[in-house]
């Protein structure tokens, strides 16, 4: 089973609102990642989680905080979000073993987030 | 800095013909890895194929195979009888340090029946 699962698949919040974007794995993964992506662009990383420990995060604004709270978990709250993080958000998960340089990246559908 | 070029912003391919997108790459490392993805229209990011830069072999997938150029520095993706499930973004990706990808701009491709 290659599948990573994200929900909500839509969100529309305000400016002053609290959400937040949760995705789960079962391929057994230790790596978990969060990616932004706007309309017709690339991904672009946001955070990493590598043994439910963080790892990089590409100075991302904090009105984004993840969590990893086991293996399998990997959430984005968000808090008082701005209209230009509207966007696609992407998780993804890989094996994570020993050096992970090349290793394949499997994508959830996303959460396309609307801030108003 | 590590950087991926894929210079066809869009492409077209009648159905059951055969296309080639293009990808090229620029990396210090001797060893990497290069992948391209498809991401079809609101639908997810997938894996199409993946290879190994100290492999010289190239790497197929049932319809889809590259030319592997390792001193061009090439990455080419071939689509053989395209099917309308085709169409979609196709983003290439290069290996770009523990946990990274260096991804193209995209080439969005598109199917005519």
């Known amino acids: 089973d290659t599948e990573v699962t994200q929900t909500p698949k839509h969100l529309v919040m305000g400016m002053t609102n609290k959400k937040s974007l949760k995705c789960e794995q079962h391929m057994g993964h230790r790596a978990m990642y969060w990616y932004k992506q706007k309309a017709k662009k690339p991904p672009e990383l946001m955070f990493v989680?590598?043994?439910?420990?963080?790892?990089i995060n590409e100075s991302v604004p904090s009105r984004f905080s993840p969590e990893c709270p086991n293996s399998s978990l990997l959430n984005l709250h968000l808090h008082a979000l701005q209209p230009e993080d509207s966007a696609l958000y992407l998780c993804a998960s890989s094996q994570s073993l020993t050096g992970a340089e090349g290793e394949t990246q499997y994508f959830g559908p996303g959460t396309r987030l609307l801030v108003l | 800095a590590q950087t991926v070029t894929q210079s066809q912003p869009e492409m077209s391919v009648q159905e059951a013909e055969t296309v080639t997108l293009s990808c090229t790459y620029d990396?210090?490392?001797?060893?990497?890895?290069l992948f391209w993805y498809k991401q079809p229209p609101s639908r997810q990011m997938i894996l199409v194929i993946r290879?190994?830069?100290?492999?010289?072999q190239n790497a197929t997938e049932n319809r889809f195979s590259v030319n592997f150029q390792k001193a061009a520095k090439s990455f080419s993706l071939k689509i053989s009888d395209s099917q309308l499930g085709d169409a979609a973004m196709y983003f290439c990706a290069a290996s770009g340090g523990t946990y990274k990808y260096i991804f193209g701009t995209g080439t969005r491709l598109k199917v005519l029946a």
């Open positions: 990396t210090s490392e001797s060893d990497y890895y």
């Open positions: 290879q190994e830069a100290y492999k010289q």
């Open positions: 989680y590598s043994y439910e420990k963080l790892s």
